[in-house]
């Protein structure tokens, strides 16, 4: 129940105090929840107020727990307000004081964000301003999103002017896509991710030294250049954490992962992920390279962030192909091959990820997809998928070790938001010499919990035998 006005509310704790708005803690009858007020000073102007009216519109399409609830929003002698659940927890802000965070605090924190953000670019909302003051981790480690004032949904009108949101972008975790006032494509809220979580890991962002002051990084000059690799800085770190965190900082939205939930994923599961040569170097970038990117800027400006036309229509198909790993030649493998192929050319623009499980490493040593067993998985996955002469931006193989093959399978599909899903089915893999083969036993789970279509394949005459 919203209350009568801001006159209803019983004012507690001013919990801070921004550049147009003073946040205070208050109660009200009807409401149980600790609430938060948050309202704007006298004389802030209609750009501010903007912000304001932007939240409003924004926070209760959005129906997630990481966001606060808006309980209310109007104005108070000329001075816009919200009131909203008060979200008890820790602010990035406090965490990033503590300097280089350690590697397992890095993935669970940077993962519970990434799937804030997922949830809120699902309900085609983009935040826009992520600020680690606009992060709060709650005791479970749910991220929960503030400040919502400089956001964009698909269904709101863009209240914000044109030269308000040309001086706001200017922090060092803001998308150089943004200085060209792109504000409806949610990879600019993941390179935003990539840039909190690059501070998570060295203690500053990228682009800023250590010691300087976090507001020196121009934007534009994220345009032509490269932030420092991590490992250069923490060789410690594994190289897959550094492949996700500076594919999130690439310039070009369109080389960034496809949403937020990609990114979640592959923090949990290390072992899928695929390292580029080029993200894999721990020395800085040589001095030409830098030339020549800087050359290109100033001819081009957007040069680098080639498919920026198309920014809220990006996202290409996704098709999830499953593999036994002892199947790789033969006729059940060979229709998967041509069914595959058909799909690929008709969906031009589709990736296509090859998908196996093998048997978990015994070594405890092992580290995470470095065994023999997962080795030998990759190395099947390429050979099955070579004469598919697909480039190496239209596919990609993932091995899983040990576990449950559909939850493997059917997670991989959910969190990357697959489009479809390619099984083969033989019912002469079947018989009692066969009886250890996975795939052949899912086909009945599969498409009855799948979210997405799935193409079941089999081979060319292929009949059910009975035995006598």
Not at 89 to 102: D, Y
Not at 155 to 162: S, T, Y
Request: charged letters at 20%; proline letters at 7%.
């Amino acid at each position: 129940m919203a209350p009568e006005g801001v006159d209803s509310l019983r004012p507690g704790q001013q919990l801070g105090k921004g550049a147009c708005a003073d946040i205070v803690a208050v109660e009200t009858a009807g409401i149980a929840t600790p609430l938060v007020l948050k309202r704007a000073r006298a004389g802030i102007g209609s750009a501010a107020t903007s912000h304001f009216e932007t939240a409003a519109q924004i926070l209760p399409r959005l129906a997630t727990v990481h966001v606060p609830a808006l309980h209310a929003a109007g104005l108070d002698h000329e001075a816009p307000y919200l009131l909203m659940d008060r979200i008890a927890g820790t602010s990035l802000e406090e965490v990033l004081r503590r300097g280089a965070l350690p590697l397992e605090e890095i993935v669970a924190r940077g993962a519970a964000l990434a799937r804030a953000l997922h949830a809120i670019h699902q309900q085609h909302a983009v935040h826009g301003n992520l600020l680690p003051s606009h992060v709060t981790f709650t005791a479970d480690g749910t991220a929960v999103l503030l400040s919502f004032g400089l956001a964009h949904h698909r269904d709101c009108p863009d209240l914000l002017p044109q030269a308000e949101w040309l001086r706001e972008v200017s922090s060092p975790w803001m998308a150089p896509e943004q200085l060209f006032l792109v504000r409806d494509d949610a990879r600019s809220d993941q390179w935003s991710l990539g840039a909190l979580m690059y501070q998570m890991a060295v203690g500053h962002p990228p682009f800023v030294d250590p010691g300087q002051a976090v507001n020196a990084s121009p934007l534009r000059e994220r345009l032509w250049k490269s932030p420092l690799p991590l490992r250069h800085q923490r060789p410690d770190l594994p190289g897959w954490l550094q492949e996700v965190i500076h594919r999130c900082l690439e310039v070009a939205p369109s080389d960034r992962f496809e949403h937020c939930g990609q990114v979640a994923w592959l923090l949990q599961h290390p072992a899928a992920v695929e390292i580029d040569r080029g993200r894999a170097r721990t020395a800085p970038a040589p001095v030409w390279r830098r030339l020549t990117r800087w050359f290109q800027h100033q001819r081009d400006p957007v040069h680098a962030l080639k498919g920026l036309q198309h920014a809220g229509s990006h996202r290409a198909p996704l098709v999830v192909l499953a593999l036994d790993p002892d199947l790789v030649e033969g006729d059940l493998p060979v229709a998967l091959r041509a069914a595959a192929a058909r799909v690929m050319a008709t969906e031009t623009h589709a990736h296509l990820a090859c998908l196996t499980v093998v048997a978990r490493a015994e070594s405890v040593a092992t580290l995470p997809g470095d065994s023999a067993a997962s080795r030998a998985g990759r190395q099947a996955l390429q050979q099955w998928a070579r004469s598919l002469r697909l480039p190496p931006s239209r596919i990609s193989q993932h091995v899983f070790e040990g576990g449950d093959p559909l939850d493997h399978l059917l997670e991989f599909a959910r969190a990357n938001q697959a489009d479809l899903l390619i099984i083969g089915c033989s019912h002469r893999e079947r018989g009692p010499a066969q009886a250890g083969r996975i795939w052949p036993q899912l086909m009945h789970r599969v498409v009855a919990e799948a979210e997405c279509s799935v193409h079941v394949v089999r081979p060319q005459g292929d009949r059910r035998t009975h035995d006598a």
